[in-house]
């Protein structure tokens, strides 16, 4: 049986500004339903034992958490090894309610932007005011990073998680590489 590798094979690059990070695999299922319904509540909690966050919020904790991705989906995010055990239980408390939990793991990329000059770098690829007062640890965001669509959200005051297309991982952490050459620090007035 073959062995399940990340996109990049685990590639990190820190040769400027900001480390750039293939993250490990990362469990990951989309949930689409009314998030005012309990039933929907309730499944993302039993998921991760967390409540549904509010718009534009995470509530990330490591390798588990929910992401508010729009009036009607969250990303639950879970250990790898453990997304199907989930969408199991998910599945059984939406059995009778309108929803779809779907495993998105293998269809996506995870990468981390780290370092006190992180936010240089995603400001320059995300139409988004990364200044700290604008965006802090706990927000996510939806949006495009160049051509990609992405989102992300900051785990700690110096790191960003990405999430893009699996089909676009390779131009993703080339993007991000050129994000953070050496010199490019953003000058600030």
Known sequence: MSETVTALNGAVWSKGIATITEAPLQGMITLRGDLSISAIKKAAKTATGMAVPGPGKATVDGDTGLCWMSPDEILVLCPYSQVAETLDKMTAVLAKTHALAVDVSDARAVFQVSGPLARDVMAKL????????????????????????????????????IVCFRSQSQYMFDLLKVAAQPGSEIQKP
């Open 126 to 161: 995300a139409p988004v005011d990364f200044s700290a007062d604008a965006f802090a640890p706990g927000m996510f965001r939806r949006s495009r990073m160049a051509q990609v669509a992405a989102a992300f959200w900051m785990p700690d005051a110096d790191r960003f998680q």
